[in-house]
């Protein structure tokens, strides 16, 4: 009986957690796995109706994916080096632009509030709105960013293009950084307001100049915050699909042919599910492979700085 | 203790196990449904009115009118455009979806290929008045040759050559262009103070497609062998999307900004006055929208070499449009066959293709004064004597993407100011072909 007592009281919380856990699988899991199942298999058209008839590939999908001397294998490699320089830009602009914009508003002056409310706009407008109003600001012929650059400033020769060729990339750099920078602002703000202010007090009667306080105290108190927060911004950015989508659409311009896109254009709107699934799992492996990285090396370095 | 750790992780497997096998039923193969449920069917309209409401109005009264010649009640859901594929496809996958539905004319051979479809036979056929009803290349894309159509036509629609009067007029131009040669040359005529001969969206690739498969026609060339495999390099192939570029790299009566566009950006060029002349399909509703009287605009056939429009090389238009289709696994078969007779009848036909701006597949049904205003006059011509179906093999998604893109990245090649040379299309089109090989 006592026995029973103990595993009953030891069961409880497994029990208590069991419909969590049913629907964690069920929303989470489940795909996933379905996910990894498909990659193995040629699932094409054919056999969508019956999918569970799809004859088994084996690795068949990964070899087409990896195979960097064939058209497909190439141009998957391709997009995942645009895809990674893309992100590393993409996640310094939104920290850099971000940081700074908290500190800077961190100083008590009217208008602040005002302020901080319309920096999040970008974050808090709809991606579809937003993207493609910036589609249309990006239009060579009658966009505004031309009708700027080119026929107010004359910094430019010729109308550029900017949805075409390699100026996409930049285009796209701009768009996604206005887009996700707010939500850098908003979690930096937020650690800010939990500095002690006595730091800064005690820092002032040392003699230490708005510099060094930022370098001393701001940036190491914000050290955990931001583990999170780039780590966040770029699995946010890596994956982003709606914003090179409703910019550019099915077809990206090379320079700016990120992997979502690219394997959507891949599975999805060529039907070949197998081959997009086995894409995904490899972009899941890398994401994996980085995160656990990331986590090892960064909190290494704190328990240093705390010990 | 030891137990109590392996619990949660059997669960856990029990759980997934149970979920994986739980979706993966799929539907059961050469299902050929059923009559279980005989009074009610459900039936998913694409979006063909200017927004889901609209097309709710037009067809809530005619299901009314179905209802009371048949007590059949049918549930309507009137699917976005961006959703149809994916709820179809989703529908495929789980085996429970409508039993009634419309598909683009262009799937209709990969969504044969998935058997979700039922096959239009004779004996289909015959319970809703027979195939010799429906215009001949209407019924064309339907399906791969050779096979039971998987779905049968509803709303044709063409392509035809819009032209801005007034610019014609000022530029000196007496006759719309019949044949490519004078186009060309009414559009260098009309080219020049930032106005431009003709529009093009460079950017969206279905159309990008239809105009080279088209010009491929006329140059005698298909985009696939007999065996349906890719034949993109062929010279035929390559002269034609070369032909299609160089109306923006060597005869300039494109804008280069075209190169970019994608959301239909060219219809606002031409009802604003700022190119003469756009090939589309169906476009007077748009040109309203945008401001353009009636009166401003002329129409007619898309131009092809000898001036007058016919079968083979004298192809002058894809035939696109909506086909309607019985899910397999329906639970109502004699009603969704009677349901799609309702649609394919005569009244019904004249109607709703007049609401929608259509041509009516089924021909009884052409004889309307609404299919012969100057602009649906071109049309149906075109439907009944020079358009082609696009290539109708399970590919045909892949085509589009592949090749599409390739003639997308041209346009930008020719925008930029580099060359586009016959080489240079014959590789782009060579790296689309290799990204279809499986």
């Known amino acids: ?307 | 203790m030891r137990i109590l750790r392996v619990a949660p992780v059997s669960a856990l497997v029990a759980v997934l196990a149970a979920a994986v096998s739980g979706c993966g039923g799929g539907s059961s193969p050469g299902g050929g449904g059923s009559n279980d449920s005989p009074t009610t069917l459900t039936y998913w309209a694409s979006n063909q009115g200017p927004n889901v409401e609209a097309d709710k109005k037009v067809l809530g009264p005619e299901l009314k009118k179905f209802e009371r010649q048949t007590g059949i009640k049918v549930k309507l859901e009137v699917i976005p455009w961006p959703d149809l594929l994916n709820r179809i496809l989703a529908a495929t996958t789980s085996g429970q979806g409508p039993d009634v539905l419309n598909i683009g004319n262009t799937w209709s051979a990969s969504l044969q290929a998935t058997g979700a479809l039922l096959p239009w036979d004779e004996k289909n056929f015959a319970a809703i008045g027979g195939r010799d009803r429906f215009a001949a290349p209407a019924l064309a894309a339907t399906g791969a040759a050779g096979k039971d159509p998987a779905a049968v036509p509803l709303y044709s629609l063409t392509y035809a050559l819009y032209y801005n009067k007034r610019m014609f007029q000022d530029a000196g131009i007496s006759k719309p262009p019949a044949t490519w040669g004078e186009l060309v040359a009414a559009g260098k005529k009309v080219s020049k103070d930032g106005k431009w001969g003709l529009g093009a969206e460079g950017g969206q690739l279905a159309n990008n497609i239809h105009q080279a498969f088209v010009l491929g026609k006329q140059h005698g060339a298909d985009f696939f062998d007999a065996a349906g495999k890719p034949a993109f390099t062929s010279d035929g192939a390559v002269a034609a999307v070369k032909q299609y570029v160089d109306f923006m790299a060597k005869d300039r009566i494109i804008a280069p900004g075209n190169a970019e566009y994608g959301q239909n950006q060219s219809l606002r060029d031409f009802a604003t006055g700022r190119t003469a002349m756009v090939l589309w399909q169906a476009a007077a509703t748009t040109f309203a929208a945008d401001g353009m009287k009636p009166s401003d605009w002329g129409v007619v056939p898309v131009p092809v070499p000898s001036g007058r429009p016919g079968a083979g090389r004298q192809t002058n238009s894809m035939l696109a449009g909506i086909n309607v289709a019985v899910f397999r696994n329906t639970h109502n078969l004699n009603g969704a066959r009677k349901f799609v007779k309702f649609l394919t009848s005569d009244a019904e036909q004249r109607l709703l293709n007049k609401t929608y701006g259509a041509i009516p597949p089924v021909k009884a049904a052409q004889r309307d004064p609404a299919f012969d205003r100057q602009d649906t006059r071109v049309l149906r011509r075109t439907l009944t004597r020079s358009a082609a179906p696009l290539p109708q093999i399970p590919d045909e998604a892949q085509f589009e993407t592949s090749v599409g893109t390739a003639i997308k990245d041209l346009f930008a090649d020719a925008a930029a100011g580099h060359p586009v040379t016959t080489a240079s299309v014959r590789a782009r089109l060579a790296r689309a072909a290799q990204q279809m090989a499986k």
């Open chain 1, 1 to 307: 009986m006592v026995r029973f007592a103990r595993l009953r009281r030891a069961g409880l919380p497994y029990l208590l957690l069991l419909p969590a856990l049913v629907v964690e699988v069920l929303v989470h899991l489940v795909p996933m796995v379905i996910g990894v199942v498909m990659s193995f298999r040629e699932l094409t058209q054919f056999f969508l109706g019956n999918w569970g008839a799809a004859p088994w590939k084996g690795l068949g999908n990964y070899r087409v994916a990896v195979d960097l001397n064939a058209p497909v294998g190439a141009a998957l490699l391709h997009s995942f080096w645009v895809t990674c320089v893309f992100s590393v830009l993409a996640v310094g602009f939104c920290w850099l632009l971000g940081t700074a914009a908290a500190v800077f508003l961190q100083e008590n002056f009217r208008g602040r509030g005002l302020l901080r409310a319309v920096f999040l706009v970008p974050y808090a407008l709809p991606v579809y709105a937003a993207v493609i109003t910036w589609a249309f600001l990006f239009q060579r012929d009658s966009g505004l960013v031309n009708h700027v650059l080119h026929d107010q400033l004359h910094l430019t020769g010729d109308r550029p293009f900017w949805l075409l060729g390699d100026n996409s990339f930049v285009a796209l750099l701009v768009v996604a950084v206005w887009k996700t920078w707010p939500f850098a602002f908003l979690v930096v703000m937020a650690a800010l307001q939990n500095i002690p202010k006595d730091l800064y007090e005690a820092a002032a009667l040392d003699g230490a100049g708005m510099l060094r306080q930022l370098w001393r105290i701001t940036l190491p108190s914000l050290r955990p915050v931001n583990q999170v927060l780039v780590l966040v911004l770029f699995l946010w950015t890596f994956n982003d699909f709606n914003t090179p989508y409703v910019l550019f659409g099915k077809a990206a311009p090379e320079a700016a042919d990120l992997l979502s896109v690219h394997i959507y254009q891949s599975s999805f709107a060529t039907w070949n599910f197998g081959t997009g699934s086995a894409m995904s799992v490899l972009l899941l492996l890398f994401l994996l492979v980085v995160t656990a990285g990331y986590l090892l090396v960064t909190s290494r370095g704190r328990k240093y700085a705390d010990g």
